[in-house]
């Protein structure tokens, strides 16, 4: 079981990011995939996640900003990001599991977000 995150780096606050999260082993008709992220200092937490049935859930701060899909016949997903802004600044991983438990860990990325 693998999971590949891809799509970090640095922006203006107000821009767009998408992240990708391309998994091996199993598909998303097992486990629901999202992201977590973690900001120096913090705690990780849970940003957004799809279930096998394709139901979405958010963290409060980034409803209306964020939109995660997936892509069912590459067993990815993504992460879009809009409206970035400086707190949203973090690593960013992605993550399978019965939500918000998680099984499996991708690597990070990192995500800067700048005034």
């Known amino acids: 079981v693998q999971l590949q995150a891809s799509g970090g780096g640095e922006v203006q606050a107000g821009g767009s990011l998408r992240l990708s999260c391309a998994a091996s082993g199993f598909t998303s008709d097992d486990y629901a995939i999202g992201w977590f992220r973690q900001a120096p200092g913090k705690e990780r937490e849970g940003v957004a996640c799809?279930?096998?049935?394709?139901?979405?859930i958010y963290e409060e701060s980034v409803k209306g900003r964020f939109t995660i899909s997936s892509d069912n016949a590459k067993n990815t997903v993504y992460l879009q990001m809009s409206r970035l802004k400086p707190e949203d600044t973090a690593v960013y991983y992605c993550?399978?599991?019965?939500?918000?438990?998680?099984?499996?860990w991708g690597q990070g990325t990192q995500v800067t977000v700048s005034s």
């Open positions: 993550a399978a599991g019965n939500w918000p438990q998680v099984d499996y």
């Open positions: 799809i279930k096998s049935d394709g139901i979405t």
